[in-house]
């Protein structure tokens, strides 16, 4: 029965369960982490043979270029390849950067503070205002990197399609917005696809500041693990095609497919655009590592063999995100008390409680030994206005500890709720 449909006496009676109930769960004295999108154990090991890939110093010569030498500032040509083919877009469109893709991305809005992009008048820390679009519930790590520029965050919402473009085509009327970040395929955390209608009207955007720039972070562009890989147009060429060639840098990398800690990653644009930024990281690296991208070209090979490893990645998530719906179908649905979406890819599960209940729901699993994102991380500051957002990531702990952890977060978003309805 819907809490809200309750009588005062029922929802009494229904306080005293639930909370008998936290305070067993909170006796168990577990710790049992579920904060971030972090792959598990048994999909590591799933790659461990890459490890051995390269054994001899002849392994290491690629194309008559030995790859524990300096040089190929780019990225090496076999690499710059491999993810031209993953993303639809062309090799010399891509820079190849190391493990983490999030580097490129603080690094393209850290050249733009201090030197401008491409079609910059001046570098942006010359400029009175700078500021960025936020599609959100979206990704912390983005809207914390251009705060830390001291960007103003404006937020726009998300809908079942991606941003709602008609607040991007108005926002981007004012000079002073410089970008939007974007993570249009199994969007963090809601696990939306951007539609081919919201796609094509970014592209075709028209924003007052010449070098606005689309932040396009295609994390999770081979990442299902519901039913067969989802093809996925190529931004770079959309955006020459409508006459904006230079107005999107993208972003991916191996991550989820690899190690986290020890894989390779994108940045692909124009290729003016690559040129422009080719001309600045001369004077800040010699080479990301060539030994590490000639380890994974050579393991991953293609997109065909890529996909099929990405199978057994999804036979081991698909159980973990199941335990996870399963769960809140069955506990929370008939409650009345949230609503969340069913994503078939990508690495998180988006929950909307009631207004005002996710901070003290995540306080409570705090208290039972659980911990989550924080709530708000999913707005521009940290700042969620109607305390409702949740971020489940399910992928890391083994679905035993996965469903101890789902059972806590679900009763104390019961416990939360009725705190609320009973004015405790």
Known sequence: MEYGKMTPAQLEAEYEVVSKRFEELKGKGLKLDMSRGKPGKE????????????????????????????????GLPCARAYFAEILGCKPEEC??????????????????????????????????????????????????????????????????????????????????????WCVPKYSNPEGIIYSAETIDRIAHLKPAAPDFVVMWDNAYCIHEFEGDYVPFPDIISLCREAGSPDMVFEYASTSKVTFPGAGISVMASSVDNIKYMLSLLTYQTISYDKVNQLR?????????????????????????????LDALDREIAPLGIASWKRPTGGYFVSVDTADGLAKRTLALCREAGVVMTSAGATFPNGSDPRDRNIRIAPSLPPVAELEAAIDVFCVCLRLAALEKLLGK
């Open 43 to 74: 999909q590591l090991d799933l790659v461990s043979d890459m490890l051995t890939v390269l054994q001899k110093p002849e392994d290491c010569l690629e194309a008559g270029f030995d790859v524990r030498n300096y040089g190929e500032l780019a």
């Open 296 to 324: 994974h070209v050579r393991y991953l090979k293609d997109m065909a063999h890529t996909l099929e490893l990405m199978k057994k990645h999804a036979a081991i998530l698909g159980p973990k995100f199941r335990a996870v």
């Open 95 to 180: 820079f190849i950067g190391g493990n983490a893709s999030l580097t490129l991305m603080y690094d393209t809005i850290a050249k733009a503070y201090t030197h401008g992009l491409l079609h910059s008048e001046k570098p942006w820390s010359k400029l009175d205002t700078v500021k960025f679009l936020c599609p959100s519930p979206g990704y912390d790590r983005h809207f914390n990197v251009t705060r830390s520029f001291g960007m103003e965050l404006i937020t726009i919402p998300m809908t079942e399609t991606g941003p709602d473009m008609d607040a991007v085509e108005e926002a981007v009327r004012d000079p002073a917005v410089k970008g939007i």
